[in-house]
C-alpha cells in the first residue's frame, strides 16, 4: 500500500512568490495534516482538515491557507513569500482527527526561498 | 517556552548501549507521539501512547501520565539507530512537538 505521498519534492522560489504543495493520504485516511519545520528545531503544528473541514489552525499568518479535496487530499497554499517560510513541510494523515488515531507523515516537501 | 521538552538535546553512545531519551510535558494530552526522523527529513512514527508502556523489538516507549514524562530506550544500540528522536503531544486537534534528539551511535 503506498504511504502519504507529497509533491513536489523539492522547490525553490523568491521573496514574493506565491506556492502550492500537494499532499495524497493514505487510502481510507480522512484527516491530513501540515506541519512546517524550519532547519534544527521540531515541526510547528499549520492546518488540519478533516472531511473537506478545517479543524484546526496553528500560529502562522494569513499568508498560509490550506484545502481538502473530496478525495481526502490536500494543498498547502503560502502566498508572499518571505525568507522565514523556508523550510521542510510535512503532511501526515490519519483515519480520524482525533488523538486516538495514529498519524502517518508523508516525505515532506523542502522549500527554499531566495 | 516549548510545551514539549525532550533531553538531552544530543547523544553520542557506543554500539551495544543502552539509551534513553526524555520528554516533560506541561499541559493535558490525549497521547503521545515518539517520532524517528532521518537525514533528508522522512518522519517515521515509533509509538503512540496514553499510558503504560509499549515495546517493538529493542524499542521500549513508557509515560507516566500523572508526572506529564515519557521515555524512550533503546537497548543493543546499532548505528543504525542514529538519527533524531522527537517527542510529541497531541491535545485536541494538534501535535505539539519537541525539538527533538539527535542520536549518533557509534560503531
Known amino acids: 500500500d503506498a504511504g502519504v505521498t507529497q509533491s513536489p519534492t523539492h522547490l525553490i522560489k523568491t521573496r514574493g512568490q506565491q506556492v502550492t504543495l500537494r499532499c495524497s493520504p493514505i487510502s481510507g485516511h480522512k484527516s491530513v495534516s501540515w506541519y512546517q519545520q524550519v532547519l534544527g528545531q521540531g515541526p510547528q503544528f499549520i492546518f488540519q482538515y478533516y472531511e473537506k473541514e478545517e479543524r484546526g489552525r496553528g500560529n502562522f499568518p494569513d499568508r498560509f491557507s490550506a484545502r481538502q479535496f473530496p478525495n481526502y487530499s490536500s494543498e498547502l497554499n503560502v502566498n508572499a513569500l518571505l525568507l522565514g517560510d523556508s523550510a521542510l513541510y510535512l503532511c501526515a494523515s490519519s483515519l480520524g482527527p482525533s488523538g486516538a488515531y495514529e498519524q502517518y507523515f508523508g516525505p515532506g516537501t523542502r522549500l527554499t526561498v531566495t | 517556552k516549548n510545551e514539549v521538552e525532550q533531553s538531552p538535546q544530543n547523544l553520542t553512545a557506543q554500539e551495544g548501549e543502552f539509551i534513553t531519551i526524555n520528554c516533560s510535558y506541561s499541559?493535558?494530552?490525549?497521547?503521545l507521539h515518539w517520532l524517528q526522523q532521518h537525514p533528508g527529513g522522512g518522519i517515521v512514527s515509533l509509538f503512540m501512547l496514553s499510558s503504560g508502556k509499549k515495546k517493538h523489538g529493542r524499542l521500549i516507549a513508557t509515560i507516566n501520565i500523572q508526572e506529564k514524562h515519557s521515555s524512550l530506550h533503546i537497548t543493543a544500540s546499532h548505528p543504525r539507530d542514529s538519527a533524531v528522536y522527537i517527542c510529541?503531544?497531541?491535545?485536541?486537534?494538534?501535535?505539539?512537538f519537541g525539538e527533538g534528539t539527535q542520536l549518533t551511535v557509534n560503531p
Open positions: 499541559v493535558g494530552i490525549s497521547a
Open positions: 510529541a503531544t497531541k491535545s485536541g486537534s494538534r501535535l505539539t
